[in-house]
């Protein structure tokens, strides 16, 4: 690889990690102002997301400066065009954590509801799925990758529980209905939190294999044998 593509490259992994940083700031922020019932750190998040969103237009810039300068191909190619799509994960994962602290802030100012919401252990599987999925991607790591999707069923899960734990709460107090709403909200962007750091991995398949796995997804969930005739940019 030349060694302004190698630099490119490289500045391109680090502006991209840095967005992932922050990513991952917003989520822990956001779950301990729910869990703190902090309305002034849920306002923190809020108050980053600008910031998300500036660099991940600033990354998405400098793909652009890369493919118009450098014509990448092959591996170099899909380095790129995992990046932007990664880079739109990231963004998501800030707008998802935004909803999170918005309701916190709501929930902040209604009475507890005596209802055993697993948030802690949902949060800190979407989290790790969040960390490790970049790791895979540092790494060049398939396995870590693998890892990340198979993690996934674990949020859903605990998605689906908390979806009828809500249900039973409205059956038993309909007047704390709008409390049990954003309390299901919060569940659902956490678990969008999950498919986002799901997506990625599959994007680092990608990088790796030149593979495409996304709504394959059962089939990685095994491990690379899973899968077979998928095809994808050589390398």
Known sequence: MPAHMQ??????????????????????????????????LARSVIAMDNEIDEREVDVEEECQKVLALHQPVAHDLRFIITVLKINTELERIGDAAVNIAERAIFLSNEEPIDIPFNFPGMSDIARLMLKRALDALVEQDVSIAHEVIALDDEVDAINRHMYLQVEGGIRKSPERVDSLIHLLGVSRHIERIGDHASNIAEDVIYLIEGTIVRHRTEEYKNGPEGASNLGGLGS
């Open 7 to 40: 630099h490119a490259i490289e500045a391109l992994k680090k502006k991209l990690l840095a967005v992932g940083a922050m990513a991952e700031e917003a989520v822990s922020r956001a779950v301990k102002a729910l869990r703190e019932r902090d309305a002034e």
